[in-house]
């Protein structure tokens, strides 16, 4: 009989394909939009997509979680997109971290990760837009001139290189998710869109990418954002429908807090975003904008 090495004889079970705990596959990166519809096009069956810019967080994760479930295939993209930043904003200084962004989607099972460079999605001469016209006016739209047209374009282009069936949103990104609707119902594009839930820290602040840009102080202030709205949410909840109301008592809140400079409190039409005025007989989107320091964070509730 064969000799067996010492510190191998109460390891046998090493050997047992079946007691193994399953190995992560990791997943296949893809850099440019031939190779990422070669591989949908080598890869059947009901993809999932989630696209982000990366620094990935667990706003992120749980809409990387719910397209596996729902999805035979996932693909999550890492774009850092520059034709969504306005001249002056953060484009340059937006957090990257590319070697944990992989390990977290590799740990959570995705099949591919769709990481194009700037220049493969914008090369020399590029000159094709997609602007969605009304619902991209107001709020965002407003306070970041090209924001929407720099959005809607580069998620056709990642949609038309990765062919998903599904794609997951934010519902923090309240405005995003509503243009996105839009655009995909107005070109017929034929990806199923799934809003999802805004996921939060435990003192309530809606997770973000941008929130490492907060110091201490004003990390310890922003939560306020949250339960401004949260009060507003009660006096619905508990008959309140005129809308100055509404808008004021989030206003209030947010007036107690020095560190936050607030630019927007909007009180909207839940689909197509026109503020409202008087008495609120529909379903609404209440959500804020404010500033710490210069740092820009934007919350929301849906009033239903
Ligand atoms: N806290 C969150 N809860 C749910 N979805 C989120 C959350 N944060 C971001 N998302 C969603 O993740 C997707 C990618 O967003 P993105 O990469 O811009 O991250 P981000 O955290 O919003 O970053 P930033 O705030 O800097 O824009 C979007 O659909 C966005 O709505
Ligand atoms: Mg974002």
């Not at 070109?187 to 996921?199: K, N, T």
Request: negative net charge; aromatic residues 6%; hydrophobic residues 40%.
């Amino acid at each position: 009989m064969a000799q067996v090495p010492a510190d191998l004889r109460d390891a046998r079970f090493l050997l047992d394909e079946d007691t193994r705990p399953p190995q992560p596959v990791p997943p296949v990166i893809l850099t440019t939009p031939t190779a990422m519809r070669r591989w949908r096009a080598a890869n059947s069956g009901t993809l999932g997509f989630v696209p982000t810019m990366g620094y990935l967080h667990e706003g992120h994760m749980e809409l990387v979680r719910r397209s596996i479930e729902e999805n035979l295939h996932t693909v999550v993209s890492i774009f850092v997109n520059p034709t969504q930043f306005g001249p002056h904003e953060d484009f340059s200084r937006y957090p990257r971290d590319e070697v944990r962004d992989l390990a977290q989607l590799s740990a959570a099972g995705v099949d591919a990760v769709y990481l194009p460079g700037a220049t493969d999605m914008y090369p020399e001469g590029y000159q094709t837009y997609v602007e969605v016209e009304q619902v991209t006016q107001a709020l965002e739209g407003a306070a970041r001139p090209g924001h929407f047209r720099g959005v809607t374009t580069v998620v056709l282009k990642l949609f038309n290189a990765v062919g998903p069936d599904r794609a997951y949103f934010g519902r923090k990104d309240a405005q995003q998710l509503r243009v996105i609707q839009r655009m995909v119902r107005d070109l017929d594009v034929g990806v199923e869109v799934v809003p999802c839930e805004i996921v939060r820290e435990a003192d309530g602040l809606a997770m973000s990418s941008r929130n490492v840009y907060l110091t201490p102080e004003q990390r310890v202030a922003a939560p306020i954002l949250e339960r401004s709205l949260e009060d507003a949410r009660a006096m619905w909840e508990a008959g309140e429908r005129d809308a100055d109301a509404l808008r004021d008592a989030v206003a209030s809140v947010l007036d107690g807090e020095l560190l936050a400079d607030v630019e927007y409190v909007s009180l909207a039409d839940n689909v197509t975003l026109d503020e409202l005025r008087g008495e609120v007989n529909r379903p609404a989107l209440l959500s804020l904008v404010a500033k710490f320091g210069k740092t820009r964070l934007l919350d929301n509730v849906e009033l239903v």
